[in-house]
């Protein structure tokens, strides 16, 4: 029997991102990796609820309620509880500590509106990517799959794609194409990527 790699999928919001891995998983398209456990930084987050629909755990970790160190602290003990070996940031809108990213080195996997190197790291997130790429004119963007590190959006990337940028785009219309021609197809595929990597280093 194949020892599955275990994902934990951090989310903040609606998890979109999560509904795509989940679906993946289920239609066998990450045959070596196994969701075990979805940790939401926001109370009440309707991703938790897409967790629950495909019988995953998922909890809330608020991050408002606590400090940086007992974020991390409560994010830790999930992880260990579930008995994680990977981490996926699926629209997770905390950064975490260069001290808590280094004990899970080329161990956590993030997705990103845009094709890295442009418009990425500190203060680019959500709209605010497809706002950038709008007014600056650019005809293509896309979304980059990375392994995170201590630098926002430093880190090795794994998967590219690019995604046309069309006459009369909206931020919230480019973002949704992004979403489906490039980000809901990366994320699984990283993920089964990383895990096939995971399980072939402990044959």
Known sequence: MLKKARIAVLVSGGGTNLEALLKAQESGSIPHGEIVVVLSSAEGAYALERAKNHGVPGFAVPRKAMTQAEFETALEEKLTEYQADIIILAGFLSILSADFVSRWPERILNVHPSLIPS??????????????????????????????NEIPDGGRILLQKAVEILPGDTPEVLQRRVMEQAEWVLLPQAAEQLSAELVKERE
Do not use: D, I, N, Q
């Open 119 to 148: 418009f990425c790291g500190k203060g680019f997130y959500g709209l605010k990517v497809h706002e950038a790429a709008l007014s600056r004119g650019v005809k293509v963007t896309g979304a980059t799959v990375h392994l995170v």
